[in-house]
């Protein structure tokens, strides 16, 4: 297998590798997955060249957190990147039920929101000691927008600036506690009103630039002007361009569903699966360091790594481009994401 390439970003000393591993699968999003499972699959990951590793406390209610921690204890510091997040508190409650907000097996944490100065630092100090780690390399402000807390996004917004949620991350990047700071978000619009008024050196973005949409181009355009990461989350559109009939964690718009069928097509007359593209695309932009997947098995992983390295035709993307399927100010690959790709 061909080795995984890392890029860096000119705000901060980090290399990502250009596949990473979303730790919210391994905690039981949806399916229940159990510890042997979670742990071979952080090995086939690691066997496979991926070094950079997302978890968050909310992901299954702090298990992702104490799974990630336990398998990198072992492992070098500087040898692998690990991002993790802030903005909700896991509180101790022995009756939260299986299946709340996704988990098919939380453990007894119920979150509360709080993106304050004070919020910030209590999040990440509990996330040090779930992770046993004395440091995290990229912290990221968790879902603040509207399209996760719709009316009350302007007090969360407030607590973040006014409130000194984002004086926090500052200082603890000053202080060393972390290497660099950003935000893990599902809307750009959010990303770039944050970056108006807190020196961010990332931007988690999911689903909003993928084969399938493309609407936060000039957002990803001025991130590659002024020197901030953006990593890709949810390549797969929340399955959809994976063979899933999911969109946005929902039901599948019918347009939606024409354009990833139309997609489909293509890669189909050239023999290359849907999936390889879906993984190779968000990489030809210049702000994109690094793609994440979440993956809940082995297998899972193989795959994905076999699609990141897949040789894919020039002419594909042509096709895309000239049938408006992408837009056509998107760059196009000439890679995949490895080596001798």
Same mark, same amino acid.
């Given at each position: 297998?061909?080795?995984?390439?890392?890029?860096?970003?000119?705000?901060?000393?980090?290399?990502?590798?250009?596949?990473?591993?979303?730790?919210?699968?391994?905690?039981?999003?949806?399916?229940?997955?159990?510890?042997?499972?979670?742990?071979?699959?952080?090995?086939?990951?690691?066997?496979?060249?991926?070094? =950079?590793?997302?978890?968050?406390?909310?992901? *299954?209610?702090?298990?992702?957190?104490?799974?990630?921690?336990?398998?990198?204890?072992?492992?070098?510091?500087?040898?692998?990147?690990?991002?993790?997040?802030?903005?909700?508190?896991?509180?101790?409650?022995?009756?939260?039920?299986?299946?709340?907000?996704?988990?098919?097996?939380?453990?007894?944490?119920?979150?509360? =929101?709080?993106?304050?100065?004070?919020?910030?630092?209590?999040?990440?100090?509990?996330?040090?000691?779930?992770?046993?780690?004395?440091?995290?390399?990229?912290?990221?402000?968790?879902?603040?927008?509207?399209?996760?807390?719709?009316?009350?996004?302007?007090?969360?917004?407030?607590?973040?600036?006014?409130?000194? *949620?984002?004086?926090?991350?500052?200082?603890?990047?000053?202080?060393?506690?972390?290497?660099?700071?950003?935000?893990?978000?599902?809307?750009?619009?959010?990303?770039?009103?944050?970056?108006?008024?807190?020196?961010?050196?990332?931007?988690?973005?999911?689903?909003?630039?993928?084969?399938?949409?493309? *609407?936060?181009?000039?957002?990803?355009?001025? &991130?590659?002007?002024?020197?901030?990461?953006?990593?890709?989350?949810? /390549?797969?559109?929340?399955?959809?361009?994976?063979?899933?009939?999911?969109?946005?964690?929902?039901?599948? !718009?019918?347009?939606?569903?024409?354009?990833?069928?139309?997609?489909?097509?293509? &890669?189909?007359?050239? *023999?290359? /699966?849907?999936?390889?593209?879906?993984?190779?695309?968000?990489?030809?932009?210049?702000?994109?360091?690094?793609?994440? &997947?979440?993956?809940?098995?082995?297998?899972?992983?193989?795959?994905?790594?076999?699609?990141?390295?897949?040789?894919? !035709?020039?002419?594909?993307?042509?096709?895309?481009?000239?049938?408006?399927?992408?837009? !056509?100010?998107?760059?196009? /690959?000439?890679?995949?994401?490895?080596?001798?790709?």
């Amino acid at each position: 297998m061909a080795r995984l390439v890392s890029r860096p970003t000119a705000r901060a000393d980090l290399r990502l590798t250009t596949l990473g591993l979303g730790a919210a699968a391994l905690a039981g999003l949806y399916d229940a997955v159990d510890n042997a499972t979670a742990a071979a699959t952080l090995q086939a990951a690691w066997d496979a060249g991926v070094r =950079y590793f997302d978890t968050a406390p909310f992901y *299954g209610y702090t298990r992702s957190e104490r799974r990630v921690g336990e398998f990198l204890a072992d492992r070098r510091r500087d040898s692998f990147v690990l991002s993790t997040k802030v903005g909700r508190l896991m509180r101790p409650d022995a009756e939260v039920p299986r299946g709340s907000d996704g988990w098919a097996e939380p453990l007894p944490f119920r979150p509360v =929101y709080d993106y304050s100065h004070g919020g910030v630092r209590r999040s990440f100090e509990d996330s040090l000691q779930r992770l046993g780690l004395t440091r995290v390399d990229l912290l990221l402000v968790h879902d603040i927008g509207r399209l996760t807390h719709g009316d009350r996004h302007d007090v969360h917004w407030l607590a973040l600036t006014e409130g000194g *949620g984002f004086r926090a991350l500052e200082e603890l990047r000053s202080e060393g506690a972390v290497r660099a700071i950003g935000l893990g978000v599902n809307e750009w619009e959010v990303a770039q009103a944050s970056l108006a008024v807190a020196p961010l050196d990332y931007v988690l973005l999911a689903g909003r630039y993928t084969l399938l949409e493309q *609407g936060s181009l000039d957002f990803l355009n001025r &991130c590659a002007a002024a020197g901030v990461g953006v990593i890709v989350g949810g /390549p797969f559109n929340s399955g959809l361009l994976a063979g899933q009939a999911k969109y946005n964690y929902g039901s599948v !718009p019918p347009e939606v569903m024409r354009h990833a069928e139309a997609l489909a097509a293509v &890669c189909a007359e050239f *023999g290359v /699966p849907l999936q390889a593209a879906a993984l190779q695309f968000p990489l030809a932009h210049p702000a994109v360091m690094s793609v994440l &997947c979440g993956m809940r098995s082995p297998e899972q992983v193989t795959a994905n790594a076999d699609w990141a390295g897949r040789a894919i !035709p020039g002419e594909l993307w042509l096709a895309m481009r000239e049938r408006g399927l992408v837009h !056509p100010d998107a760059p196009l /690959p000439d890679k995949g994401l490895e080596e001798g790709s």
